[in-house]
Nanobody, 119 residues
């Protein structure tokens, strides 16, 4: 099992910045990949950014150049730095981790943190 705890959400004005953190109960070396997803009201959950065990990153087109995913392995913490935020970035942001358990890849989720971009 992997326990994930997000923090850092809040209210920010358009054009502002916000940083999210996600602490995992397992070592980063045990995880295949970690990522951030978001879900706006009435919308499906979508991938925002992900980082693999090897350090490769992938971003949704809508956030490229504005968001940066990173991690601190000794602290077992995943980050999402969000710049130039737009109202359409408003959503609940979820931390995600994938781990290989007995030959099966399992996905784990945090409880989510609300990000609201509004003037």
């Amino acid at each position: 099992q992997v326990h994930l705890v997000e923090s850092g959400g809040g209210l920010v004005q358009p054009g502002g910045s916000l940083s999210l953190s996600c602490v995992t109960s397992r070592s980063m070396s045990e995880l295949i990949a970690m990522g951030w997803y978001r879900q706006a009201p009435g919308q499906q959950r979508e991938l925002v950014a992900m980082i693999t065990h090897g350090g490769n990153t992938n971003y949704a087109d809508s956030v490229k150049g504005r968001f940066t995913i990173s991690r601190n392995n000794p602290k077992n913490t995943l980050y999402l730095q969000m710049e130039n935020l737009k109202p359409e970035d408003t959503a609940v942001y979820y931390c995600n981790a994938h781990m290989l358990i007995e030959a099966s890849i399992e996905a784990f989720w945090g409880q989510g943190t609300q990000v609201t971009v509004s003037s």
